[in-house]
């Protein structure tokens, strides 16, 4: 199922979440991270992606947090792209690291803090099933 993002409000604060590469020094982790700011910035800023396109001009505008997590192993990450295409409209991106043979070093997602990944699952919002995921021990 897919949700879209019309179904949480837009006035909520919104932080982007970096999934990043486990491999990757702490320094080299923001620097991903900045590289995948500006892929989701890019990629949200055409026509093509209305809804997202709103949902990241007001994080840009007014809520600015990162946060960057160890995101795994590239099969973790992998992983989180795969459930980050299939079940959710949220904005999101990836960057490929050139130096580091075109690998994926970080995941970009822009979440409201009340996004409910599953409909109806009340209390289960991103940042707690995200806090009680293999990721987070």
């Known amino acids: 199922m897919t949700l879209s993002t019309s179904q949480f409000m837009v006035n909520n604060m919104s932080r982007l979440v970096f999934f990043n590469h486990a491999i990757m020094p702490s320094i080299n982790q923001?620097?991903?991270s900045g590289h995948a700011a500006v892929e989701l910035l890019l990629k949200y800023n055409q026509t093509d992606y209305p809804e997202q396109n709103k949902l990241v001009q007001e994080w840009a505008w007014q809520h600015k947090t990162f946060v960057l997590l160890n995101g795994g192993m590239t099969s973790d990450l992998h992983h989180i792209k795969r459930l980050l295409k299939e079940s959710t409209n949220l904005p999101w991106a990836e960057f490929r690291e050139p130096d580091y043979g075109n690998m994926v070093t970080s995941l970009a997602v822009l979440v409201p803090?009340?996004?409910?990944?599953i409909p109806g699952c009340k209390g289960y919002t991103f940042f707690e099933i995200l806090r009680n995921s293999k990721l987070a021990k």
């Open 30 to 32: 923001g620097i991903q």
């Open 113 to 117: 803090d009340d996004y409910h990944v």
